[in-house]
């Protein structure tokens, strides 16, 4: 079983920063990559930014420049650095994981349970 627990949500005011933290658990044997996606009320979930295993990085266009995503391989952990918040980044933020849970299995995707980023005007 996996398990990817998040961290770091809250309430900051427009301008500020925060970090977002989230560790995959479990019975892992690769990872592909690790990302954050965002939900707002009424809106359809989308990608915030994503890292591959070899390091590639991919950015929604309204975070890039604000937001750095990051890694700790030997912990299993990705972050989200968030710069110069906006009342528009207000959302749930999803970690999501791809990777396999042995060498013989599929890629499955696993998500978290999402933490609340509130960005105050």
């Known amino acids: 079983q996996v398990q990817l627990v998040e961290s770091g949500g809250g309430l900051v005011q427009a301008g500020g920063s925060l970090r977002l933290s989230c560790t995959a658990s479990?019975?892992?044997?690769?990872?592909?990559?690790m990302g954050w996606f965002r939900q707002a009320p009424g809106k359809q979930r989308e990608l915030v930014a994503v890292l591959t295993s070899v390091g590639s990085t991919n950015y929604a266009n309204s975070v890039k420049g604000r937001f750095t995503i990051s890694r700790d391989n030997a912990k299993n952990t990705v972050y989200l650095q968030m710069n110069s918040l906006k009342p528009e980044d207000t959302a749930v933020y999803y970690c999501?994981?791809?990777?396999?849970?042995?060498?013989?299995?599929?890629?499955?995707?696993?998500w978290g349970q999402g933490t609340q980023v509130t960005v105050s005007s």
């Open positions: 999501n994981g791809n990777l396999r849970s042995t060498w013989l299995s599929n890629v499955y995707t696993y």
């Open positions: 479990g019975s892992i044997y690769s990872i592909d990559s």
